[in-house]
């Protein structure tokens, strides 16, 4: 149980087009999802979090605008990177928070990988 | 604010030896501690975590870790390393009400 996807895996896209992401719960409600941001060789770092049907919290220095954040129902999320440069290429990594969790537990995707040419 | 830190970004061990990753975590209420695995362009496996029940924590892949408050310390070994343990290592932080803060991760190289 417990599982998270994400899609596509690997995306790689023109200067000035815009990408989604998305983040799916598959076996679980999750009333909160997160978007990390993780560099080469760097450990992960929070952009936002979402709360189903509500607007994302982003966190400071994530510019809102340019990461557009949906977290339309209980099971999916998206993030989409509007008008994306080549220093919005990374590795893009969401998790979730499950309904009821005791422990604020978050069960993460395997990630996207986005490469802007 | 609760934070992490692990002592060493790359660690090197031989095939056999004991794995020994540290990690330190500063938190001002009782703290939940992970330990994550991550090979490379994949997402992060959760390797075991500490949720106040028994000290000493089992994870998957022969890995265990202990949680010493007096020490603050939460360290992930493994008594004998094997090659498919090569990748990125994250000790992860969080508490009631707050979001997950992470170390900044060690590299475990295992030499043949």
């Known amino acids: 149980g417990a599982v998270v996807s994400q899609h596509p895996s690997r995306v790689i896209c023109k200067s000035g087009t815009s990408v989604k992401i998305e983040c799916r719960s598959l076996?679980?409600?999750?009333?909160?999802m997160f978007w990390y941001r993780q560099f080469p060789k760097k450990s992960l770092m929070l952009m936002a979090t979402?709360?189903?049907?509500?607007?994302?919290?982003?966190e400071q220095g994530v510019e809102k605008d340019k990461f557009l954040i949906n977290h339309a129902s209980l099971t999916l999320s998206t993030l989409t990177v509007t008008s994306a440069h080549p220093e919005d290429s990374s590795f893009y990594i969401c998790?979730?928070?499950?309904?009821?969790?005791?422990?604020?537990?978050?069960?993460f995707g395997p990630g996207t990988r986005l490469t802007v040419l | 604010a609760q934070s992490v830190t692990q002592l060493g970004s790359h660690v090197s061990v031989s095939e056999g030896a004991l794995v020994l990753l540290r990690c330190n975590y500063s938190s001002s209420v009782p703290p939940y501690l992970f330990w994550y695995v991550q090979y490379p362009n994949q997402g992060l496996q959760l390797l075991l975590k500490?949720?106040?029940?028994?000290?000493l924590v089992k994870g998957i892949n022969g890995f265990e870790a202990e949680f010493k408050k007096s020490e603050t310390s939460f360290h992930l070994t493994k008594p004998s390393a094997h090659m498919s343990d090569a990748a990125e290592y994250f000790c992860a932080v969080i508490t009631y009400g707050q979001n997950f803060v992470f170390g900044p991760g060690t590299r475990l190289s295992v030499l043949p």
């Open positions: 076996d679980f409600q999750a009333t909160t």
């Open positions: 979402s709360n189903e049907g509500s607007k994302a919290t982003y």
């Open positions: 998790s979730a928070r499950a309904r009821g969790s005791t422990y604020n537990e978050q069960f």
């Open positions: 500490y949720t106040s029940a028994a000290t």
